[in-house]
């Protein structure tokens, strides 16, 4: 598909859809298809999916970048409502395409055919009402998060405000800054656990509607999971726990003794470099100047820089950290245009170089494979799609020292690295979380921190939270937005981390040539599985026995030489 000019970001608008016009676009689409046109009714399906999830995504890009308007809250709630709408007319037609598969195949191929196939069993009417409410306790939770005014330093912060003193040299600051931070969670405690709880029931009832005896196959099949299940998930996770853990605990235990703490505490653990975490190189105008001409020197005779300009000269981009704006960062993107848009909260510490090239990765995918059909084939799979964001994270290595401060481009590289390396145990604990919270629905919320206690010494031993008492009680995940929101969309991070760093080491040795085949992953969206993409970019599977230890002991060498 071909797409006209990009609009600028503040003309961007699309038809408003209603249950009416739903039903009349796929009347129409079984209209063609009653009449023989089969090519016609999947060209007329792909226009109405691109269409509605292009005026979706902006309602809701536009709910977090201000969770506070009432009138994009009403929007908001009317995407909710219509959404499931639109999946029963899209999982019927899904249901009559696929009882002519071989006609189906041959115009959208065998793995689209196979995806839809997942999705025909993640939809009934019956759950329609349970959908809606979903979509509402999660809209509940990022704006419980980003109402956070959090007295601090003479003034108000949000979460992400708080992040600068986090990392902070002196040490009394950072044990006051997560006080503070945990403090927010404690008073919204019971709020958080009875939401929680309510998705947790919500998911289970909808998985047993639909046939479940829990909700992890309905979840995988939600996340569209083809090529690997529960039982390759939890191998990995526990290669993590033997191989990685004991390295991070080990690189923590150094920098205790560097630093002079004695003991590393929980709220020494965001500090990584001895001489400070290297900050931003200057303000958002100067980052922003620094990478366009960064891009460019990363691909100087392809396409990256001239795509980054264009983002920034129709403002698809808001990065700036501002109250009442949800957290964390994201891409999302508006497939009738294909253009994409970051969203980003910047706090001035080096988290802010690491979120804009991630999702910097993600926009830079869904631009390449803009014009892929259908639509299905824009996106990859999770944890597919994040080999693009932490794959760039590691790409720009070479050039990252225009984003820095001063001097602090091989500090930042170090840094990175072991906060990367740091992360996998977190994202396997979040992860095997969530499937023991799944497997055992009616566990009471005093239960449901016990275990992330008991998983939380499994893959991070060394975390000790002293006189936090609410996060020592069991309570960290509540600070976890895909644990309420994106049910087991977690560990496609530690997957994709996997081969993002396989990409890092190739492109020590050839920086050009694994720019290359990183732009070709990026080209193929999902076209292909997860296990499919990584063979044809020659990156081997997480899942093969040895690929993550002979990773992890490639950066030891790095760090340690």
């Known amino acids: 598909m071909k797409h006209d000019a990009i609009p600028p970001f503040e003309d961007l608008k699309f038809p408003r859809p209603t249950r009416e016009s739903l039903a009349g676009d796929y009347a129409t689409i079984n209209a063609l298809l009653d009449q023989g046109d089969h090519t016609g009714a999947l060209d007329a399906f792909d226009d109405v999916r ?3 999830d292009s005026w979706a995504a902006l309602v809701h890009l536009q709910f977090s970048r201000n969770t506070a308007d009432e009138a994009v809250v009403a929007e908001r709630d009317h995407a909710d409502t219509l959404s499931p709408v639109a999946t029963e007319h899209e999982v019927a037609l899904k249901r009559r395409l696929l009882a002519e598969r071989s006609k189906l195949e041959a115009v959208v191929g065998p793995y689209i055919a196979q995806l839809w196939d997942a999705d025909i069993t993640t939809f009934d009417p019956r759950i329609v009402k349970d959908l809606e409410e979903e979509a509402r306790l999660s809209a509940e939770y990022t704006a419980l998060l980003a109402s956070a005014k ?9 979460l992400s405000g708080l992040a600068p003193y986090q990392q902070s040299l002196d040490r009394e600051v950072r044990h006051a800054a997560e006080k503070a ?18 998705l947790v029931k919500l998911r289970t009832g909808m998985a047993k509607t639909l046939g479940f005896s829990t909700y992890t196959p309905l979840g995988y099949r939600r996340m569209r999971r083809t090529d690997y299940g529960p039982a390759e998930v939890a191998s990995f996770r526990d290669r993590i726990a033997l191989r990685v853990t004991p390295l991070v605990q080990s690189l923590l235990s150094h920098r205790a003794l560097e630093m002079g703490w004695g003991k590393a505490m929980a709220w020494d653990e965001a500090l990584i470099d ?47 950290n501002r109250e009442s704006k949800a957290g964390g960062g994201f891409c999302t993107s508006f497939p009738t245009i294909g253009m994409p848009y970051i969203f980003a909260n910047f706090n001035g510490t080096h988290g802010d170089i690491g979120v804009f090239t991630h ?8 631009w390449k494979s803009r014009d892929l059909s259908p639509m299905d084939a824009l996106w990859p799979t999770m944890e597919a799609a994040e080999i693009h964001s932490m794959g760039l994270e ?5 050039q990252i020292d225009r984003l820095v401060e001063e001097g602090g481009g091989d500090r930042y590289r170090r840094m990175h690295l072991i906060d990367s390396l740091s992360f996998l145990p977190y994202g396997a604990c979040v992860d095997h979380f969530q499937h023991e919270v799944y497997a055992r629905p009616d566990m009471t919320p005093q239960e449901r921190h016990a275990t992330w206690q008991r998983l939380e010494r499994r893959y991070m031993p060394w975390r000790d939270w002293g ?4 996060p020592a009680n069991g309570c960290r995940w509540q600070a976890q937005m895909h644990v309420y929101r994106s049910p087991f969309y977690y560990i496609d991070y530690t997957l994709a981390l996997t081969c993002a760093m396989q990409l890092w080491l190739r492109s020590r040795a050839d920086a050009p040539g694994t720019m290359a085949i990183y732009k070709e992953l990026c080209a193929a969206g999902g076209s292909k599985p997860f296990t499919a993409l990584l063979k044809d970019a020659g990156l081997v599977s997480p899942f093969q026995d040895g690929v993550l230890a002979e990773v992890v002991l490639e950066a030891e060498h790095v760090l340690f030489g």
């Open 467 to 470: 006189d936090l008492s609410y």
């Open 359 to 366: 999702e910097m990765g993600h926009a830079f995918q869904n």
């Open 181 to 198: 931070r945990w403090a927010f969670f404690e008073k919204h405690g019971p709020k958080l656990d009875d939401l929680f709880d309510r």
């Open 394 to 398: 590691f790409l720009t290595w070479p």
């Open 150 to 158: 959090i007295p601090f330093d003479g003034g108000e912060l949000n």
């Open 50 to 52: 691109r269409r509605f």
């Open 274 to 320: 001895p001489a400070g975490n290297p900050a931003p190189a200057g303000d958002y105008d100067l980052l922003i100047r620094r990478a366009q001409d960064m891009f460019d020197a990363l691909d100087p005779e392809g396409d990256m820089g001239r795509f980054f300009a264009q983002m920034v000269g129709e403002n698809y981009l808001d990065l700036k």
